[in-house]
């Protein structure tokens, strides 16, 4: 899952949430010159990465969507699965997504001393951007769906992503409920 659902397996703990987002950029398995907190959120985003990565169901669409996505097919899976938790949040939340994302974007975490200027630049974008407000809709996946083909280093064809989604979007949706009952179970939300 990219950002919302990292955000979400976080607990509505907005303080973890950053420190989720965080381990996308911290490299190595040696933490110790971390706070604890941020351990925990990038264990966390570690086990939330690799929770998705060999589910069952989604590695069967990840066969799937290969052809049509090589190389990239699992960076698609996790927008498709961000764009189908905004889409559905109410399925799985009982605040709005608008709330909730006010209340994360509101947060100012108490570490961020420890945080990369990688993803320092991320969060001045990202917020300001209200980036994650917009993976509802079919516009949204569209438009995050280009800006990571632009940022990967190799050729690809994540910008086809959408219409592959159009596509299979039954499949995905099917994929995307069956591992959202499996996660939920698994991280206890």
């Known amino acids: 899952m990219n950002y919302l659902g990292h955000l979400y397996f976080s607990k509505n703990d907005f303080e973890l949430m950053y420190y989720n987002?965080?381990?996308?950029?911290?490299?190595?398995?040696?933490?110790?010159?971390?706070?604890?907190?941020?351990?925990?959120?990038?264990r966390l985003h570690r086990e939330i990465d690799h929770y998705i990565d060999h589910h069952p169901c989604v590695r069967k669409l990840l066969h799937k969507l290969y052809p049509l996505l090589p190389k990239i097919s699992g960076i698609a899976v996790?927008?498709?699965f961000d764009h189908l938790l905004?889409?559905?949040?109410?399925?799985y939340h009982d605040e709005t997504l608008e709330d909730y994302l006010k209340e994360f974007y509101l947060m100012v975490p108490k570490e961020q001393e420890y945080f990369s200027e990688e993803f320092n630049f991320l969060l001045s974008k990202m917020i300001p951007g209200r980036w994650i407000n917009q993976y509802d809709d079919f516009k949204g996946l569209t438009f995050v769906c280009n800006r990571f083909s632009n940022r990967i280093e190799f050729n690809n064809v994540l910008y086809k992503a959408p219409e592959v989604f159009l596509k299979l979007?039954?499949?995905?949706?099917?994929s995307f409920r069956i591992?959202?009952?499996?996660?939920?179970?698994?991280?206890?939300?």
């Open 21 to 42: 987002l965080f381990g996308d950029f911290v490299k190595g398995s040696d933490l110790s010159r971390f706070p604890i907190k941020i351990q925990e959120g990038i």
């Open 78 to 80: 996790d927008l498709y």
């Open 86 to 91: 905004a889409k559905f949040w109410s399925d």
């Open 169 to 174: 979007e039954e499949d995905i949706i099917d």
């Open 179 to 189: 591992f959202m009952s499996a996660a939920n179970k698994h991280f206890n939300n």
